[in-house]
């Protein structure tokens, strides 16, 4: 077989070189120079191969292999077709740019640390690629218990800390207790007939009550992996813990492979989609876009935020899925393909950009050392390229045209605004709602990173907390700087050229489902224009709406300089005739969270401590806290913690109890086994 | 008609709004001086503002950073584009299809996020006051928007502007309930984005309740000219958007170059009835407090939801 010309062994090919590169780091253990020069910058390489793999895979029918590994008569099956072609190309282009930025973010790191940290980073993207590679449930599951190994691995570098420690066993817990309902759904769809490749598990039938059993446990399974509600307790703990190449890779691109399991158990191996499982997904995924934006408009620490915005962004990935799931369900194939798309897309979209952001918040941890917005401040005139960056990040993010989370979005719109065809009148009007819920959560985002950036670049540096100023070192350095700007590159081409993309991911729903757009759809869109349905019912022209307002906003700028001048005077701001004002009379994050607070005051667990009137000493202190600690996760622990205490009972220390266990076990056995 | 003069017409259209909008803010204030029994400025005041504030020399804080001084010409850019899109004499606007009302709202908030940013900048604690309050009112009105966007959308079968238009034009004179459902959730919403009363007051400066002016407080000279202006436009535009989808009759079709004359009446005099009513729910009203803010835009909301349903049980 030639190797170059076949995606299927060049990706197998790039996950084995992930593996090499991360033994290799061990090798020269005393060296780290070895680890930043050749090991991340070679996996950055190996990851830009393994894109063009993916896409190259998109266009090409479906290839198998069967590798002779594993064990006895259970060899491993490979499969790449369009769907795991085109998340190759996701984890492939988003890791290269992460890797870059490692090079230059690890510099300082001691050398046998950077050694497992290359060791451990190295093996979770080649346990990645092997999870999109899979095509059977056995390689599958070893794949995905490595990759969720070796990223507790990761979270818990800053193993010193007991708060790292704690978030890693949390994330350990979510993790296994997801891959026990991945597990069971591979049980069910398998229904005891001893084949485990997706083949025979696509092949098989099963009765409505089976089906929908194995998809509540693929939903849910993956879906405490991807982070959706009430599920997504361990990301705002693992995302800050880890360092911030790590967070970039997880939030990035391991809740992707979530989806691409999501979709490719649903849509491909159980099939046949019922509408009912699109409602399961829609409401979940409303709750799960609002819920993650309001947390996040509450957050000051950078990188929880950043945390609770994925979940917010899983969410929208899974209003598109699920508007998916009923359009399919009723037989409207092209409507169903538009929304898978929608999902997709943002699918991408999401690794791009917040990459990019955890990126720029890695950036400032480590020239300020800081991860609370209130103590940040003016960043944008220490770090005049990150702030740039993050700008790029925190538009797209905020759904704005013309970068790419709009498109996403915008194709998420569509989608609904199909609703018409539906024949259920409930699930008509039901679909616009979700929309609504969609556009909510957009508005919300861009107050979120308004006060980001605000806060955190933006206005005079906000003393720290002892009165020390802030110590900075600088910009981010060359290495972490090509890093951001792939990854902002890629924010721009996902936005201007949507075209190329949706005639990508049309080829993945049609091997997929079977469904593709309407031949207007495809006709339609060029270049420049993308068209979803038809020509005469929506289109957006990212490329030329980008064109005119640079050269209308330019055109204003070389007016106002020929007709009038460009003379500026300096001064203070406006004092409002009170001179004796400090940085710290800005907004800090929490003030600007405020007005939310007021108007959702009831979604959440607010502890407000007030000073009275005559407090001769006041303090005023807010916790904010997740509700779902309280209804969901503490009662577990409770009840667990319950159990096991009554189960302890039988371990009493004392050999002949033990041997009386022993005793009883054998008379049992005796009685009923003859 | 072939493009070239379809882009003439689409280039004479957009600056025809540019220039004309400050016009019709001119005519919103002498109404309500009017009504308020003050006598009136000229209606050319605006512009003769515009020209003053041009010609002196901007001060700026020391610290102020590029994204400060490039933000009046990103509105004011954000703006120009939405002339572009919306309808307003003719529907044959050859840059349409290139952003449908999905975008338009998008562009709105682009503009939006940049203000707020900008009056980040500087760190003043007025800046910050007014960013919050802005992307407060913001996300409560961007839904409700779009609601009342997608009961046209759903009408007309079309999320391009242009379609919708000449759709809706063309059907009978007829109350439908969804669109007037629509309606007076759009006036809401027009009201909540162009900083009006009861939401916003544009003439005051009181540290409690200002919101719009607290984010521009830090801009003087040109930069404030082209804020002030961009504001114009963006009522202007939010204006025009309100007539095509509510009251299209008299817009010119495609290719129909001799109507347009006309249409131009139409848009006249429907701009001088819609500046009159603004003035007067102005007057009649008084601001709100902030936070029943929210609830005068859930009401938007639920109404313009409530459009969207009448739509689809109506149809059924």
């Known amino acids: 077989m030639d190797f170059l010309s076949s995606p299927l062994a060049g990706s197998l090919l790039v996950a084995v070189g992930w593996l090499v590169v991360a033994v290799a780091g061990l090798i020269p253990a005393g060296n780290a120079a070895f680890a930043r020069r050749v090991a991340f910058p070679l996996g950055a390489l190996a990851g830009v191969a393994l894109a063009a793999f993916g896409l190259q895979a998109v266009w090409l029918p479906a290839q198998t292999m069967t590798l002779p590994l594993g064990l006895p008569d259970l060899p491993f099956h490979l499969r790449i077709d369009p769907l795991a072609g085109f998340f190759l190309m996701l984890l492939g282009s988003v890791s290269a740019g992460i890797s870059v930025y490692s090079t230059g973010y690890f510099r300082e790191e ?33 794949a995905w218990e490595t990759m969720a190994l070796a990223s507790y691995f990761l979270v818990i570098t800053d193993h010193q800390k007991p708060a790292t420690r704690s978030a890693g066993f949390l994330y350990l817990l979510i993790a296994h207790l997801g891959a026990i309902a991945i597990l069971l759904c591979f049980g069910v769809l398998h229904g005891g007939r001893g084949d485990y490749t997706f083949e025979a598990l696509r092949a098989a039938e099963l009765t409505p009550l089976w089906a929908t059993v194995a998809f509540l446990l693929a939903f849910f399974g993956f879906g405490a992996k991807a982070g959706m509600i009430p599920l997504h307790a361990w990301l705002p703990e693992a995302h800050p813990a880890a360092p911030s190449p790590v967070s970039a890779l997880m939030s990035g691109i391991m809740l992707k492979t979530a989806i691409y399991g999501m979709v ?96 720029g918040a890695g950036s400032i941890l480590h020239s300020t050392g800081l991860r609370n917005l209130n103590d940040m401040g003016g960043l944008i005139r220490i770090m005049p390229r990150t702030a740039f960056y993050f700008l ?88 972490e700087r090509y890093g951001m700007a792939w990854l902002a590159a890629g924010c721009f081409v996902l936005g201007l ?26 006709s339609g869109s060029g270049w420049v224009w993308l068209v979803p349905t038809a020509a005469e019912q929506a289109s957006y022209s990212p490329i030329i709406f980008f064109v005119v307002i640079v050269v209308v906003t330019l055109l204003a700028f070389l007016l106002v300089r020929h007709f009038y001048h460009g003379r500026v005077r300096f001064a ?78 039988l371990q009493q220390g004392r050999i002949s109890i033990y041997l009386l266990y022993s005793f009883l076990t054998l008379i049992a056995l005796l009685v009923f086994v003859r | 008609m072939n493009l070239s003069a379809g882009m003439a017409f689409q280039i004479l259209q957009s600056l025809f709004v540019v220039l004309a ?55 004011f850019g954000c703006m120009w584009l939405a002339a572009g899109i919306v309808p307003v004499l003719a529907t044959d606007l050859p840059f349409a299809p290139a952003a449908d009302i999905i975008a338009l709202v998008g562009v709105f908030a682009l503009a939006r996020v940049f203000s707020a940013l900008a009056a980040m900048d ?112 963006k009522l202007f535009a939010y204006m025009t958007i309100g007539i095509a ?45 902030l936070f029943l803010a929210p609830e005068f835009l859930s009401t938007a909301f639920l109404l313009a939801v409530l459009g969207m349903l009448t739509h689809f049980l109506v149809r059924s």
Request: charged fraction near 15%.
């Open chain 2, 245 to 289: 989808l509510f009251v299209p009759w008299g817009i010119a079709e495609a290719g129909d170059w001799e109507s347009l004359p006309l249409a131009f009446a139409a848009l006249a005099a429907k701009l001088v009835l819609a500046g009159a009513g603004l003035a007067l729910i102005e007057t009649l009203l008084a601001k709100l407090r």
């Open chain 1, 392 to 479: 790029i990040g925190a538009l797209a993010i905020s759904a704005l045209p013309p970068l790419n989370g709009f498109v996403s979005e915008w194709l998420t719109f569509q989608t609904a605004l199909q609703a018409p065809l539906l024949q259920n009148g409930v699930v008509r009007s039901l679909l616009p709602l979700f929309a609504a819920t969609l556009a909510l959560a957009g508005a919300l985002t861009a107050m979120c990173f308004v006060k980001v950036y605000g806060i955190a670049f933006l206005g005079r540096p906000r003393e720290p907390a002892h009165g020390a100023s802030t110590p900075t070192s600088g910009d981010a350095g060359q290495m």
């Open chain 1, 572 to 649: 203070a701001p406006w004092d409002c005739g009170y001179p004796e004002q400090t940085s710290r009379m800005q907004d800090t994050a929490d003030a600007f969270g405020q007005p939310i607070r007021h108007v959702f005051g009831p979604l959440y667990r607010m502890d407000r401590r007030l000073p009275g009137p005559d407090d001769p000493a006041p303090s005023y202190a807010l916790k904010i806290e997740d509700r779902h600690w309280y209804w969901l996760y503490l009662p577990v622990a409770r009840a667990a913690e319950f159990l096991s205490s009554k189960i302890a009972l």
């Open chain 1, 110 to 142: 001691p050398s046998g640390r950077l050694a497992l940290i290359s060791l451990q980073y190295h093996v979770f993207l080649a346990s990645m690629a092997f999870v999109l590679l899979a095509d059977d449930a056995y390689l599958f599951m070893v």
């Open chain 1, 497 to 522: 050229f949507p075209s190329s993309f949706l005639l990508m991911l049309n080829r993945v729903s049609v091997s997929l489902t079977g469904g593709g757009l309407s031949e207007e759809a495809l």
């Open chain 2, 21 to 75: 909008a400050p016009l019709l803010v001119g005519w919103v204030n002498q109404c309500r001086a009017w009504l308020q029994n003050r006598s009136a400025p000229s209606i050319l005041l605006p512009y003769f503002t515009l020209a003053k504030l041009f010609h002196k020399d901007a001060v700026m804080a020391h610290d102020a950073s590029p994204l400060f001084r490039s933000t009046p010409y990103i509105l």
């Open chain 1, 264 to 359: 490719r158990v649903i849509f491909d191996l159980i099939g046949n989609v019922r509408w009912e499982w699109g409602l399961v997904v829609l409401a979940i995924g409303a709750g799960t876009t609002l819920f993650g934006v309001l947390y996040a408009l509450m957050q000051h620490d950078l990188k929880r935020l950043l945390a609770y915005h994925s979940v917010e962004n899983i969410g929208i990935i899974l209003l598109g899925l699920g508007m998916s799931m009923v359009f399919i369900g009723f037989g409207h194939p092209a409507a169903g393909a538009l929304g898978l798309i929608a999902g997709l897309y943002h699918t991408l979209n999401h690794a791009v950009f917040k990459g990019l952001l955890f990126l």
């Open chain 2, 122 to 233: 500087i760190g003043t604690s007025f800046g910050g006051l007014g960013a919050r309050r802005e992307m407060l009112i913001g996300f409560l009105a961007e839904p409700a928007m779009l609601m009342t966007l997608f009961t046209a959308a759903f009408i007309s079968g079309s999320t391009q502007l242009t379609t919708i238009v000449e759709t809706l034009a063309h059907r009978e004179f007829a109350i439908y309930p969804s669109l007037a459902f629509a309606a007076v959730a759009f006036v809401m919403v027009l009201l909540a984005e162009n900083a009006r009363i009861p939401i916003d007051n544009p003439t005051t400066h009181l540290e409690l309740t200002m919101v719009h002016e607290a984010m521009i407080l830090e801009y003087s000279a040109r930069h404030l000219a082209l804020i002030e202006w961009a504001v114009a436009i």
